[in-house]
């Protein structure tokens, strides 16, 4: 795969090599990851407009970070200026995840930049068993972390949860920055 890919050709590309790489069909894939059969098939085809929840949803059902569906292979030296990368934007709330780091093969890590807006919580389903995120605030004001116990985090905060449990993530001021790392076992 080309590290230049348009992001849904990444994401094509990305599904169905890991699709084929378990031996599922779309049929089944689409039934694990509760979505629509018709979806699934126009994401493989590179087209559509997958939200954060559904590329979620089709890694935890592949066993695969999130990252693994979304970010090309890149050189050894990276820059991602601000306001480039690929980014994925919620269907549920004003909440945009950008890849600045997928782990690579070995390391169990993956970074993204979150711009988060007041409104709607994103409200996080468990990701795979082991999981864990850790999130610095750069800017701004969050409630996050379990959804049965969050925490209000502000500017320079860190906060450490498990990431395979449901958790949230919600703006408490315009224009809220996090940097989260999440763990793979």
Not at 169 to 174: Q, Y
Request: hydrophobic share 35%; charged share 20%; glycine share 10%.
């Amino acid at each position: 795969m080309p590290n230049t890919g348009a992001p849904l050709d990444v994401i094509a590309a990305s599904l169905r090599r890991e699709r084929e790489r378990v031996g599922l069909s779309l049929s089944e894939l689409a039934k694990r990851a509760g979505v629509a059969k018709s979806t699934l098939s126009q994401l493989e085809g590179g087209s559509g407009n997958p939200s954060v929840e559904t590329l979620w949803a089709l890694g935890v059902a592949l066993g695969v970070p999130f990252s693994r569906l979304v970010d090309p292979p890149v050189a050894r030296v990276r820059v991602i200026r601000a306001g480039e990368g690929p980014s994925i934007y919620s269907e549920r709330s004003h909440y945009t995840a950008t890849l600045l780091a997928s782990c690579p093969p070995g390391v169990r890590r993956d970074i993204y930049l979150l711009d988060v807006e007041p409104g709607a919580a994103r409200e996080s389903e468990p990701h795979m068993p082991g999981t864990v995120e850790h999130l610095v605030v750069s800017r701004g004001r969050v409630l996050a972390g379990p959804q049965s116990d969050p925490v209000e985090l502000g500017e320079g905060d860190y906060l450490l949860y498990p990431g395979d449990q449901p958790h949230t993530c919600a703006a408490l001021e315009p224009g809220t920055s996090v940097v989260m790392v999440m763990e793979h076992v």
